[in-house]
């Protein structure tokens, strides 16, 4: 498992691929803000499918402190979570086309030309169920 030491707020962006599948996954932090996007690799334009939100920097009470992420998939490779300090804060199915994070917020309107469910990022320990 990779992973990358940052500070909150410093910007930075960490981005992981499936060993089996034509998927990855990405986070990104722009100063302000923490993200994680879904993105799907034989899509030739708009290859984010889906983005969680995961922090505002400015909530963030230890954010001066180093903080490590990193993307972990399942063995299948078609899940993977976002580990911040070795906690899951947000996961991805691409098999059931869903993502949710402990925010549960950044509901997007469902496209028709994507067909992941992003009304509703609602946190759910069943979709980390495969990391224990």
């Given at each position: 498992m990779l ?27 722009d ?102």
């Open positions: 992973e990358q030491i940052f500070k909150p707020g410093d910007g930075t962006a960490f981005g992981s691929d499936s060993l089996t599948h034509p998927h990855s996954a990405f986070f990104e932090d100063g302000e803000t923490g993200y994680f996007y879904a993105m799907g690799l034989t899509r030739s334009v708009d290859m984010i499918v889906d983005a969680v939100h995961i922090y505002n920097v400015s909530n963030i009470s230890n954010g001066e402190r180093d903080s490590s992420v990193s993307i972990v998939w399942s063995a299948d490779g078609t899940k993977c979570a976002l580990l911040i300090n070795g906690q899951a804060h947000a996961a991805f199915d691409f098999v059931a086309k869903r993502g949710c994070c402990r925010t549960s917020f950044t509901n997007l309107p469902n496209t028709p030309s994507c067909c992941w469910d992003s009304s509703d990022h609602h946190w759910s320990d069943k979709m980390i169920a495969w990391l224990k």
